[in-house]
Structure formats: C-alpha cells, structure tokens
C-alpha cells in the first residue's frame, strides 16, 4: 500500500504530524500505524486522566528550563511554535483550555477524551487512515521510498515519521538504520521511602528543599508524603533531573530533606531557643510552629526524643539541636522507585546530534523524521512532555508538507 507519509506510533505525536500535514496539504495521504489496539492510550492517562496538555511558559528560553535532556535543542523550535501556539491551535478546534494555579493548563472539560475526540474528528475530517494492531516488523530506504514490513503486510511512502516513545523495538530498528540511541531509564517517578517519621502522615502536603545526599542535585517545591514514600513536584522534578544518575545507583540513596526550606540549622536552633524562651509552659508537641502541618511538626518532635508531655521549658539544648536538625537536615533512606500515577516518561531515545532540530529530520537519512519521546528528550511533570511532542510535530508537519507536492505526484505514478 502506497502513501505520501507513514508515521508509526499513535500517540500524541504521531496524530499531532499528521494533521497539521493534512491540513497544510489535504492532498497528500498519510496512514499512522499503531502496534496496540487503541491509539492515543498515553493521552487517556495523562493528567490523571484530564490530559495535561501544556504548561503556563510562555517565553521559550524559560520554557527549556523545564527539560533535563533537550534544552539546549529546544530553543530554537520553541522560538517557532510553543505553549500559546498549543493553545491557539486547539482553541481554533473547539477545544476550550484552562490554566490552573500551578501552570498545567487542561481542557475545560477536564476530561483526557476532549483532546482524543479533537484527534479523531481531525484524522476523519482530513481522511487520515489510522491502523491499529499493524506492529511494525522492519523498514528501511528503498530508492526513493522508504518500505515498512508491519504484521499485515508492506507499506511505502516517501517520507516517514517515527513517534513511537520509548519502544525498544523500534530503537532497535533505528540502531540498524545507523542511528545511535541512548540507553531508555525511567525519568519521572515517585522515591519508595519506609520510614516511622512519615509511616503515618499519607497525604501531609508542604514546601521543602529535597538534595539528593553526596551529589549536585536539589529541588525545591511541594513534597507530598505517601503511603510508599515521598512525591510531589519537588521529588518529581529530581527524579528527572537525576535520571541517569539514580538509575546507576540502582535507586538505593539518600535524600536530605530540609521542611523549613530555606533555614540553615543554626537558623532553625535560634529560633527554637527563643520559642522556649517565650512559651515556657506550653506543650511543644502540641502546637505545630514554621508553618508545618501539624502531623508533620509532631512526628519530628517525636523523632527528636521530646514526649509528647513535655513543655518547651523542660527541653534541653540537646533536643533542641535535635530538632533544628529533623526540621533543615533530615536524611532519609530511599529503597526503589514507583511510577507517578498511571504515566511513564523515560530519559534516552535518538542521540539528539543526530537530528535536525530545524525540521525534524535525520541528519542521516532523508525524509526520515522524528517526534516526542523516541528523542532522547524528556521533562519534568505539569505539560512540558507533551509541549515536546506538540513542537517537534508541528515543525516537522511544516517540513514534510514543503515537499509533499512532488513526492505526492511521485507516489501516484507508482
């Protein structure tokens, strides 16, 4: 079967290309192939399920800050289309968009399914051909076409986009294409942490500075505690920044938790000695002090050896030292990692020097592009993934189309 474009891989990149190809050229025919029997299955569980479809960046150099692995290439294609483009692009097909406190910006609906029905009645409207369960076996140049032996039989096009994530597979092919890939580990998930001091505190939310302990990395941001360890964005934002770093250590470290943020110890010791200066008779367990939640103050209290009868007149300097040091330098054993909710990012994918970040397409074959995570790009949580794949399928649309004409020609004479 012959086309002008083929993309393997039915995710929000592979939709996103075809599209905007479609409809920059409705005469070209494309086809998305698909391993698995539904498509867009990452979209569904994004977000919790309400797809979060971009961030609240709207300058492109801050926006890049946002990707471990991809930020220096990115800044360039989001000088071309970024977060407001995203948003124009879907409002422009009825999809009304919302940005909530922290940035993440969601459909209204706050339903995942909005932005899959947008895909759907865009790949109907433009005649696109989506095929699901058509695993890809092989493919490769042949002449002026590229071929791509899948399950159900051949498939030719002229040019071919490859948005697959992170498939190993499909790495694999791309490695006997020529193409180097860096090694896939997981870049966005939760620190498996057993410990008395949070063992009841499930669901306790507050600002702290989290450093991984003997290393350069530190974050800062929400912490929320879980009935398996730590999440939230400051554990969430390491763990992309770490990626490589944690999976060689095997996810057996330490982190150093600093509750108070940005008091030193000395800073925290002070200002407990004039707490029991000026509140001689009151019970410290009892009332939480820094603005902590208060399961959180008293668990540290507790973990400091101060009972839970004793009155701030009745500590010694020794468990006040104690407790400056639970309160800024609190260490805690990381044994394992848990994947953030039901999604999966993964840092590795396509050497980046290998590709053309002008539209796409690989420096070493021609008409051969690439979009979303089968780069070896990621980002930490609130949209940036997606804003990856939104741009670098869009550019690469602009790319595919500017010599669609003649290729589409070519394919028809065949």
């Given at each position: ?267 925290a010791f002070d200002e ?53 040091e639970q309160l800024t ?86």
């Open positions: 079967m012959n086309y002008d474009l083929i993309i393997i891989g039915g995710g929000a990149a592979g939709f996103f290309t075809a599209i905007n190809v479609a409809e920059n050229n409705p005469n070209v025919t494309i086809v998305i192939l698909e391993r698995g029997k539904e498509v867009l299955s990452k979209v569904r569980v994004s977000g919790g399920g309400r797809c979060n479809v971009t961030h609240a960046e709207f300058v492109p150099d801050e926006l890049t800050k946002n990707y471990p692995r991809g930020e220096k290439e990115l800044k360039g294609p989001f000088h071309t289309f970024m977060t407001r483009d995203t948003m124009d692009w879907f409002d422009r097909r009825g999809v009304a968009l919302k940005i909530e406190d922290d940035g993440r910006i969601f459909p209204v609906s706050d339903s995942s399914q909005t932005i899959i029905d947008c895909f759907m009645s865009e790949t109907r409207r433009l005649g696109i051909e989506v095929k699901t369960n058509h695993a890809v076996k092989s493919f490769g140049a042949d002449h002026e076409l590229w071929k791509v032996n899948t399950n159900h039989g051949d498939f030719t096009a002229s040019k071919l986009m490859i948005a697959t994530g992170s498939n190993p597979k499909i790495w694999k092919l791309l490695q006997e294409q020529g193409h180097m890939t860096i090694d896939a580990v997981p870049s966005l998930f939760t620190f498996n942490i057993k410990d008395p001091r949070i063992k009841e505190l499930p669901g306790v939310v507050t600002q702290a500075v989290v450093k991984i302990k003997n290393s350069k990395l530190v974050n800062e941001g929400p912490l929320l505690i879980t009935h398996w360890g730590m999440s939230g964005p400051a554990i969430l934002k390491l763990s992309a920044w770490g990626a490589i770093e944690l999976n060689a250590l095997g996810y057996d470290f330490e982190i150093v938790v600093n509750w108070l943020q940005y008091y030193s110890q000395q800073e407990l000695k004039e707490l029991k200066n000026a509140n001689t008779k009151q019970l410290v367990y009892t009332y939480a002090q820094f603005e902590l939640p208060k399961r959180l103050w008293r668990s540290l209290v507790v973990a400091s050896g101060i009972t839970t009868t004793m009155r701030w007149a009745d500590i010694n300097k020794v468990q006040l030292k104690t407790l400056s330098q609190g260490v805690f054993k990381v044994k394992g990692k848990s994947t953030f909710k039901e999604e999966f990012v993964t840092a590795g994918g396509i050497a980046l020097k290998e590709v053309n970040f002008k539209t796409f397409e690989s420096k070493k074959h021609q008409n051969l592009y690439f979009a979303g995570e089968v780069l070896n790009i990621d980002a930490i949580t609130g949209g940036f993934n997606f804003q990856n794949a939104w741009t670098g399928a869009f550019i690469a649309a602009q790319a595919i189309t500017a010599g669609s004409s003649s290729s589409s020609e070519q394919a028809k004479d065949i």
